[in-house]
């Protein structure tokens, strides 16, 4: 028998099987910081890549919008945001920073959010402002996408006379990777922008998924957005699984992007290995506190998950489902492959909210079956929502081995967010 840790809210399940069923355990490369975390960023501000330093493009511009991620994101800005300014003032002491939260769809950032994540001197010191997409008298028209749809942004992207951003690369479930061109697309866009990147066609294409870049018609956007915005540096992080600096790329949007993701997939691919049982989880607290955010665990799991197999997601799902409408996509259908047809049939300057999260669940539900391991306090919404419950990884073997039989092949994914299935998506360029 061989035991092995499944990340699970604040702790973990333990898997008990016989090893000979186990074909692979599928983990990224162990992440090893060999610097200080902010000799790292500091490095990377004083070697931007493909552009002049940051303090010698800020002498000519006296107005900055220095664009940085929200209360969702684990962008270390206590370690960054410093050097980020000390740089921008170096070349113009005088310039004037406004420090935009690029909140995207999400909630506005509260005050105690911000102290958390930028420290008390830089609220207490610096101008910022928290983006709202749903409010059309803030937004400025920046002209057509290449999907077509209308590009909308915050009107201090054009008020000011210089745009930087500062984020973190990793694996991205239907944008490839997150990072550089998303501070604006869809950080500080309109909601009905966001919403059109969304949309049903993009999120079927075969291209907009986890580590792929290339011909992915969302990344597309997000980019020809970023360039329209005239986003002219960015700071850009990978962090370990303690949230911590272990490498940073400084300099032009697309070229340092690149660089980023392109390390990125080196640490965190892993081979396609397929078995009729996949089991994975979210990556524990706090991507596991609804079952919204699993969704982009599962498809790691999907994409080696044999037709017709089951897939085994562990999640503490704190907070439940993780939204109304993303819950009745389900709930109030028949089916997963309903949700599909329905979902499908929206016009994309119709996108709804959540619908491409549902989307990719009912995609996933299609190939296999899912088997929820979470508290049973959850277990009407799993059963609502198409999947079956269990009380534990083990039970859950046991459930899929009484559909598959007792000798189905198990592949294991411990952190189904931590890696990028090879095979799946080709590289980045």
Known sequence: ??????????????????????????????????????????????????????????????????????????????????????????????????????????????????????????????????????????????????????????????????????????????????????????????????????????IQSPQARQGQLEGNPIHRDMLFAAKKAKLRFVLNVLLDMDKRVIAAFAGDVERAHLEGCRLCRQLMRAPRVQADIIITSNGGYPLDQNVYQTVKGMTAAESCVRPGGVIIMCAA???????????????????????????????????????????ILARVLQKATCIFVTGEENRAIIEAMHMQWAPDVNTAVRMADERLGANASITVIPDGVGVIIDGETPDVI
């Open 1 to 202: 028998m061989v035991n092995i840790a499944i990340l699970y809210g604040k702790s973990h399940q333990t898997l008990c099987v016989p090893e000979e069923r186990v074909r692979a355990v599928l983990r990224p490369k162990p992440l090893k910081r060999e610097k200080d975390e902010a000799v790292l960023v500091q490095s990377a501000l004083e070697n931007p890549i493909a552009c002049h330093r940051l303090c010698e493009i800020a002498r000519l511009h006296n107005r900055v919008l220095l664009i940085t991620s929200d209360h969702t994101r684990p962008v270390p800005s206590r370690v960054t945001m410093p050097l980020y300014l000390a740089e921008i003032r170096k070349g113009n002491p005088k310039v004037e920073i406004t420090i935009l939260i690029a909140t995207g769809l999400h909630r506005k950032t509260t005050p105690a959010e911000l102290r958390m994540k930028l420290g008390d001197e830089i609220v207490d010191r610096e101008t910022i402002v928290v983006h709202e997409a749903g409010k059309d008298e803030l937004m400025t028209y920046f002209g057509q996408l290449p999907s077509g749809g209308e590009l909308w942004l915050n009107r201090l992207v054009k008020e000011n006379d210089l745009v930087v951003a500062e984020g973190f690369v990793e694996p991205h479930f239907f944008a490839g990777f997150s990072g550089g061109r998303k501070s604006i697309l869809p950080g500080v866009a309109a909601r009905r922008t966001v919403l059109y990147n969304h949309n049903a066609a993009f």
């Open 317 to 359: 799902l704190g907070d439940g489902h993780g939204g109304e409408a993303f819950y009745h996509w389900f709930a109030d259908r028949a089916s997963a492959a309903q949700v599909t047809h329905d979902i499908e049939s929206i016009p994309a300057a119709s996108t709804c909210m959540d619908q491409w999260e549902a989307q």
